[in-house]
């Protein structure tokens, strides 16, 4: 890049987290919420004055967006990719972003909570950040870096290439998505207005991480249905949902099988919501693993042990439901390695070590490379991910701008 560039990253980055785009998984309209669609707008005027005539946003919240070609060869057309929304795992609502200017390397308390500390012990990674300019929330809420660092790396990309013709690299499109966060974010991308042979998200963690494997998934829910009697005549007829309900979280396995205890390639089986009355009574769970042949075997035991507890209970009856949610994008990323290869030589160019990585979860990506957008995961420099210890590296989301920009070269160099 240009060593007299001036970023505007951190600026953009800045502005975008304190608009609340949190999602919710209970709702039944896309988005979920209708307040993502705060920041579709903001972007969009930010596009076309950076001199993106093109950009627009749709019913759905999507934002899509052109940076034509610069060359006269045949090069595949590139997607970059970034979620708008929030994690509805930890308040979004009134962001108080906070710069720690060339980080000391301490431990930092965040003065909305003085018991919220960012321990450097606990995240070893922000260690090796002293020096840099440090991100952080107040404290009383999450800081939006998943995934609002890569909204703001790809756009300050998209004003460097604008501002930078005589840099060769074929048609590029933009898509900033809603949802997400519910993996619900690419359920109604119109693939063919969006024209891209080869996609990237801007959603990974750590400088230099490039992801191509994540989890397969899957989601179930268990449907309890007991019978309802007054309690001062339920003698031998009352059949409780609810403590069946308790009794299926309780037979599932301590030590092994959940996200408090697995690790690397290690699948889980997850509950993440329960409720219920008397009558009736429902737990979702999320089922993860990164062969998706396994996730039949979770889904069987956890299957299992539904029936054992239902057993005890006559008068009970119990409802297995699976919904696939989304698959390792490993299995489409294998038949088109140049995806990988381009982006490992494009980190290289911005003067960073490649690492190759798994997630422990999924991404748009996950479910656009199974829709015919083969697409890997880029670092974007967040971390502490769904919390109020997240932080982010001004100098990773710089980084992250570089690669970008590495990205589109190294692809119109190898057409």
């Known amino acids: 890049m240009n060593k007299d560039y001036v970023y505007s990253v951190t600026e953009r980055f800045l502005r975008y987290v304190q608009i609340d785009t949190q999602s919710d998984p209970l709702s039944k309209t896309f988005p979920s919420t209708e307040k ?17 005539s093109d950009a627009e946003t749709d019913e759905y919240g999507y934002v899509y967006a052109t940076i034509p070609a610069t060359t006269d060869k045949n090069v595949p057309v590139i997607c970059l990719c970034a979620h708008m929304d929030t994690a509805p795992d930890c308040s979004g609502a009134n962001v108080k972003p906070i710069v720690h200017k060339a980080f000391d390397g301490t431990d930092i308390v965040l003065p909305g909570d003085a018991t919220q500390v960012i321990s450097v012990k606990e995240h070893p ?16 809420t999450l800081l939006g870096a998943d995934n609002k660092a890569g909204v703001a790396e790809i756009m300050d ?26 993996g619900r974010g690419v359920e109604h991308v119109n693939m063919e207005k969006l024209g891209a042979d080869f996609g990237y998200t801007m959603d990974g963690g ?48 301590k030590d092994i099988l959940s996200p408090e205890t697995t690790e690397d390639r290690q699948g889980f089986i997850h509950p993440v919501r329960i409720e219920g009355i008397t009558e009736k009574a429902e737990i979702d769970f999320i089922i993860r693993d990164f062969t998706t042949a396994e996730l039949q075997g979770h889904e069987f035991f956890l299957r299992r042990i539904m029936e054992t507890e239902v057993a005890k209970h006559p008068g009970a009856k119990g409802e297995f439901r699976v919904t696939e949610q989304y698959r390792n994008m490993k299995e489409v990323l294998d038949k088109y390695p140049q995806v990988v290869a381009n982006a490992e030589e494009a980190i290289k160019r911005a003067g960073i070590d490649p690492l190759k990585m798994s997630i422990r979860g999924g991404t748009d990506g996950s479910r656009l490379s199974f829709m015919g957008l083969p697409c890997p995961n880029i670092f974007t420099g967040e971390m502490a991910l769904h919390s109020k210890h997240e932080y982010i590296s001004v100098q990773d989301m710089q980084k992250a701008v570089d690669t970008i920009i590495q990205l589109v070269q190294v692809w119109e160099e190898r057409s």
């Open 125 to 140: 990674y922000l260690a090796e950040k002293k020096g840099d300019d440090i991100i952080t929330a107040s404290g009383a």
């Open 157 to 182: 990309a998209a004003q460097y290439l604008v501002q930078h013709p005589e840099i060769k690299h074929g048609k590029i499109r933009i898509l900033f998505t809603p949802d997400e966060e519910v």
């Open 206 to 253: 750590e400088l230099g991480a490039l992801e191509d494997e994540t989890f397969s998934a899957d989601g179930v829910k268990i449907v309890i249905h007991g019978v309802s009697v007054h309690p001062g005549a339920a003698k031998n007829k009352l059949v409780s949902a609810i403590k069946i309900a308790a009794d299926i979280l309780h037979a599932l396995p």
């Open 36 to 52: 993502q669609k705060d920041l579709s707008r903001l972007l969009v005027q930010e596009l076309q004055q950076i001199g993106i």
